[in-house]
């Protein structure tokens, strides 16, 4: 009988949320509904709830070094996504463990406070996350928000000059998404290098991409969106392509999102699998 061939396989870095809305078990639903099989890296142990998060604490940065080189020893990884990091001592690991491997593609999501906006990263993480990390990301996905603070800007900094001033620390795409701001619809950016022609690339606006607004408040829409494009890069999808597929992946999660306690709504990953199995019946 012959093998079943490996799918793509991730390499997600983030905290373990117990909700399973964010975090990496929403790495691990979102790369399995598109196809890929995960490996997870825990970074954080979190105490949360739909409602908000109790309390965290990052795991030793050398278990997470020993965790994601354990696994590079076994296995052919075809993308990293990178999420919650918890210290910065856990970034320079981490930075590390892809320095050692410059042909994997990174998808970098900032995660710098929850959704209900209680902080997991201080200034220094920041810091070190521009330092260490942006330049070896392929796409940065930050919130509005995330944006703003990772570019050293005022609150209410034009988002296209963040872009390009994160694309200036040496990251390849910034998919800036529009959660945030207060326009009808979630406009979501991506930025990167652009074909200028016979005057050469320039760096600026790639794409822009407009969804419906949804009601409620999701726990783990940046999660889903960052591991859906990592899922669509591994893959084989280009960058652009990936970025629009992976906020369709993201806007019908949301969609079909459901609430299971009193606090946020949590994305259907599985929306697909669920409309499949309601057909047979």
Known sequence: ???????????????????????????????????????????????QDTAGVAGFDAVAPDRVEEQARTLLADMSVAVFKVGMMASVANVAAI?????????????????????RGEELSDGDIVAALRDLLLPRTTVLTPNSVEARRLARAEPDADLG??????????????????????????????????????????VGLVRSDAWPRLPGSYHGSGCTLASALAALLARGLNPLAAAHAAQEFTWQSLAAGFQPGMGQFIPDRMFASRDRIAGTH
Request: aromatic share 2%.
């Open 95 to 115: 930075a590390a463990v892809i320095a050692d491997h410059p042909d994997i593609p990174v998808v970098l999501d900032p995660v710098l406070a929850s959704g």
């Open 1 to 47: 009988m012959p093998r079943t061939p490996v799918p793509p396989l991730v390499l997600a870095f983030a905290g373990a949320d117990p909700t399973c809305g964010a975090g990496l078990q929403a790495d691990l639903l979102t790369l399995a509904a598109l196809g890929c099989h995960p490996l997870t890296v825990a970074t954080a142990l979190t105490v």
């Open 161 to 202: 000059h963040c872009a390009l001033e994160l694309l200036g620390t040496g990251c390849e795409y910034v998919l800036a998404t529009g959660t945030h701001e207060d326009t009808a619809q979630v406009i979501n950016s991506l930025y990167g290098q652009v074909d200028g022609g016979p005057a050469g690339a320039s």
